[in-house]
Nanobody, 117 residues
């Protein structure tokens, strides 16, 4: 039932912008917290932002002020607007859904973001 599909990644120059999308099938935003993680080669996967069931957003310090998470309830889609991109933002970006009732977690397949200097 649950499927998360990320899109929107690509190659951009430092200082550029990208918007990632996460199409979330089988997700109810009222009980699922949505988040974006990223993982660089050889590095741990890290949470960079999430939006809770009340549409409150949180950001890691590394992306605060540059990235914005948003949610479109009608389209069942979560977005990550990334501005002022830096080479250190290069990673595979993953959409995640956490069911606050069951504690089940779901992952998308990831989308590659590469930022050149």
């Amino acid at each position: 039932q649950v499927q998360l599909v990320e899109s929107g990644g690509g190659l951009v120059q430092a200082g550029g912008s990208l918007r990632l999308s996460c199409a979330a099938s089988g997700i109810i935003f009222g009980i699922h917290t949505m988040g974006w993680f990223r993982q660089a080669p050889g590095k741990q996967r890290e949470l960079i932002t999430d939006i809770d069931t009340g549409a409150r957003a949180n950001y890691a310090d590394s992306v605060k002020g540059r990235f914005t998470i948003s949610r479109d309830n009608a389209k069942n889609t979560v977005y990550l607007q990334m501005n002022s991109l830096k080479p250190e933002d290069t990673a595979v970006y993953y959409c995640n859904a956490l069911n606050r009732v069951t504690t089940r977690s779901y992952w998308g397949q990831g989308t590659q973001v590469t930022v050149s200097s």
